[in-house]
């Protein structure tokens, strides 16, 4: 069995990792990290794990975990991990990191974007970017794996075949993002209130989104040369999702756009053979409805001749393949487990 | 392999029993009937089973059906079970009826209220009341389960330890209830669309509804005697979940009411065993958000001194534990399997 | 003009008082009190007032509102207006409050309820309570308005004439109340944050809400006698909105039960002058969604021979009739406006 | 009084016209047609309307309203209008069409991207595209006015002067709409039912949404020329609103991009003595809750000199601005009425 340990467990993507472990055949959760409910048990915070989860929660001791534990998660703000890691632990536990901490290479891009400085910059390098579909390899021999952001792992998947293919123009694209509220985390701020979030639609972070940084350096990777790009997150009346619609102008092959066909194979060619990304049939839209629960990424795409542009769309659940469930395909690279293993949900509608 | 047949497999009852004999270990879906969508892909109806189910509909031929399968689930309008079933088939097949068809042991009562003529009485006496809890041996050796509907079930099990042991006065029984809209359905009816039913509560089917007598009936059996009780569905804007709060005078033993520990005692005596109703703790309220897509009832109860009342309240969801994973936990009980397989899911949350 | 000063203004209730007034033609808005954003433009608190009130907020100073106003709404939580009220200030200018703290005419059963102790005990007497239809005279000569709490308000109207005129047991009355979030008020809490409380319904304050003294002595009034009901509050995913579904014995008469007409007579003969009651026409039940925005209250109700009970059912807008209508309702009483200035507004739907 | 009479009375436009008309000072309902609802009364398709609207619905019979009103407001389906309309109709009464058979004056446009035969194109050239901000003398002086849609309104608007004035490059301009569900009308469709809605977001009619044709040539008026761009309309689960988030590259002015201050000079410019367009404070994204309920549209933009770009965003209420609010704009605009008469509806907040 492998041990598991959660910094941050009683947040949103904490308690779904939690809801994720229990059903994973090969791993146990040995300790509940929650600072702001040290001693209290769990299921009285997360009362859906009344029953199934009789465990107090612990503090965040991270030194103590990582002798009881193979592998941690922490799923704490921003710094947090950054400040506190050493190599001794590196040595001693696996690190699934779910904050930003080790997402970005350039030190000077993350403190500009966060507004904080990093406190252990000497792990980034070695830090393993893991967004399975495309780190797969890099990260079964990892240390610390950099969880990617939930509107990153969406914005990334749904463009990586065409950037990387070259046939669009990488720097003509826009990503308008639509997220569920549980992205904004459990934390009690009037804005997320219930009367606040209902019946209203807003952008926010308009231009300056953290996660843009992280998909420019990513499709950057893809390009094969640095990336800007316009990123824009909303916030939608609903707890879980996120979609996002991309805009990017088409390239000519031969004076002609590539035809359906042409860029439905290129997809199926990266993705065909992914168990969690499924290119949808021709005219099908994303849905968020339909990946909720599960850790799928549902991606399709649509040519417009009259523009010169191409509209890819992307949906996933953001606390599952956007936090916790990628999580968790990593842990399963890192310890040799079958990928899917402990995430072969069945998205549930309604 | 239990080889599954499902009539109605595009409602919203029978997609959730796709969903649950998805994960079942020991059962395989032979047959997605679904008269409204004959020959269309399944996965194009609920593009949430996309590359999962790769059937298409099929029509709902029960002989056929009873041939090539060892149990059919009827997730269909009442009246039509009861219009086609014959004693060749159920000497094929074992039945589990998510209708309404065979729950009622009076005819005249059901004809009452369904205002249909019953075409099958015949079977009414055999048929086995799948409220698993209560009904468990009985379940076990059915020909045709009839299983509960999704209010009853909520209301049932909630009162069910203190009528059964003559703790409150079961005429005063009046149960409030609450549903979710995925209970009225998948069909294209202007009260149900989003902007009639978001934003907003009402009561319906008042002092009427079709569920009143199977409550009555089940709860009458528990007391020894026929009872008359209230019954108020609601509307909710969410699409998972039942709420029940129920209302009894209690009475006193010896001069006085009872305690909470002497109720809690009779829940946990009845239920603690129980792997699918929980029986929070003190002061602890049911939501539904903490079962939802999940097996679970939760249940507790409040004493009210002052008006010598007790306020009873279960919650689960409409579409688990409320019809489809009932049907596969009676499934389970007839065919030998563990009682929880396929139905081990994690409640989501948020 | 009326001149009008809140305390509150930036609470929904405060902020639903600032709507309504801006849209009253005798009255407006000369201190916009907020004791949590002082000297901040008004219109960013709440930006729907953008371009509509240019004022800023203002401290909580009583005395100067009273010298600078004729009527001072307090929207403020319990205990604030007992522990500030004068002699002098009631010689000066009205006051309508919003909060609970001379509502109830017995101060042991206020201190045991709200666990506060009343810090002005000797103007309750004179408070008049300020359920328009009901204390519609009392209410012309008042200094102090207690303005009925929003669920009070819902449950009294909902079964006052039949327990006025006797028609019903009353000590078995059970009050159902569901209400949308915005009763909750604005305060930043984890269990009123979007992803808490949507998709999800619950049950709180089970017999131990305070707003159950309020109705047991207003009722009591009616009943000519003490009173003990049972009521609980339930939270509903939506904004706003009240509906109460309450059950009581009927009375037999001559040995028969009365029959809707008779019933329909009675509830008209108390509200069918009455601009902001609306009784609704058989078998049509009260929706929240029909009554949004609007001061209106609409009532209807269903006998149950069976059971021989009647089911009542009342819904109103909790922000509207259930607090800031009912507030300038009062005031327009209190001033010689016509009653209905400044609130015929058409409920919007959807 | 302005007699007015409304085809399409109980579609979800035409509640909302009858909310906002019966708030009108000079205006007055003479015919509810509603060809689903023949003889039944109004209140009882619309509840809210209870005592509100004694009118039953009537048949619609273009010829007998001409003569019996002075204005006609028509929410109907595409073409109706189209094949009923004659000249000696427009010689007696005014129109106003909420339909998009007037707006396009391109005769093979309108019948390419709507499918259908246009029946009447002899009205298009005098018909008034009625965007009264844009077009308000020629809007005084029409005979037909052809109301624009809810989401050309929201998207001409939010870009309109920038484009007008050359600050961007049009051909960049990509538009990315979100509806509220009371766009999609109160048929009965399936994919509008609550719980296909509820929790989820898609976007829809990618690159073929028919207020595409519409954008285009309005901006096009503006532009000087003929436009393309890209515009994807998207469903969330909320009753009412728009928002828009537009894309386009901004021009460089003397090698520099514009400052903050000198674009919003220019929308100050042009709203700046609008009663219905506020231009928000810096910083401020608009949110459709902010507008809810109200004629307003919300406007306002960001600089990102990272990508050259611009994002503007505007926001409105679908059923007002977006239809019913600006059809009785149109209507207060050809009567010589106060512009803003029965418009000044406060929003509504929470």
Redesign the interface.
């Given at each position: 069995m492998i041990k598991a340990g959660i910094i941050g467990a009683t947040g949103?993507a904490g308690?779904e990792l939690v809801?994720l472990l229990?059903?994973h055949k090969h791993a146990e959760i040995k300790w509940f990290g929650s600072r702001s409910y040290i001693d209290k048990k769990y299921a009285?915070v997360?009362?859906?794990?009344?029953?199934?989860v009789e465990d107090r929660c612990l503090d965040d001791n991270l030194n103590e975990l990582a002798k009881q534990t193979d592998v941690i998660f922490t799923a704490t703000p921003q710094g947090y991990l950054a400040s506190i890691l050493t190599e001794e632990i590196l040595n001693q536990v696996k690190i699934i990191d779910l904050s930003a901490d080790y997402r970005i290479k350039d030190v000077s891009t993350y403190e500009a974007w966060y507004k904080i400085e990093h406190k252990s910059p000497q792990f980034i390098k070695e830090a393993v970017y893991g967004l399975c579909e495309i780190n797969r390899e890099n990260v079964k021999s990892a240390r610390l794996v950099a969880n990617p952001g939930c509107y990153t792992t969406c914005s990334i998947l749904t463009a990586y075949p065409l950037v990387k293919e070259g046939l669009i123009d990488a720097d003509t694209l826009?990503i308008?993002a639509?997220s569920?509220?549980?992205g904004a985390g459990?934390g009690?701020?009037?804005p997320?209130?219930?009367?606040?979030?209902?019946?209203?639609?807003?952008?926010?972070g308009?231009?300056s989104h953290r996660h843009t940084p992280e998909i420019e350096e990513q499709l950057g990777y893809a390009a094969g040369r640095k990336l800007?790009?316009?990123f824009?997150p909303?916030l939608?009346?609903?707890?879980?999702?996120i979609?996002v619609?991309e805009?990017a102008s088409l390239k000519k092959i031969g004076g002609a756009y590539p035809s359906y066909g042409q860029i439905k194979a290129v997809y199926d060619t990266y993705y065909g053979r992914e168990r969690f990304i499924?290119v949808?049939?021709q005219e099908?839209?994303?849905?968020?409805?339909?990946?909720?629960?599960?850790n799928y990424v549902?991606v399709n795409f649509?040519?417009?001749e009259?523009?010169g542009?191409i509209?890819m769309?992307g949906?996933l659940d953001n606390l599952v393949k956007g936090a916790a469930g990628q999580a968790v395909q990593n842990m399963n690279l890192l310890f040799g487990e079958k990928e899917s293993e402990g995430l072969?949900l069945?998205?549930?509608?309604?």
């Open positions: 949103y308690g809801r229990l059903g009285e997360y009362q859906n794990m009344f029953e199934l826009i308008d639509k569920g509220t549980s459990r009690a701020k009037a997320n209130l219930f009367c606040e979030v209902n019946e209203n639609i807003k952008a926010y308009v231009a800007k790009i316009s824009t909303h939608v009346p609903m707890n879980r999702g979609l619609t805009y499924r949808l049939e099908v839209c994303p849905e968020t409805k339909w990946v909720e629960g599960s549902d649509k040519i417009d009259r523009t542009r509209i769309m949906a072969e069945v998205p549930m509608f309604p």
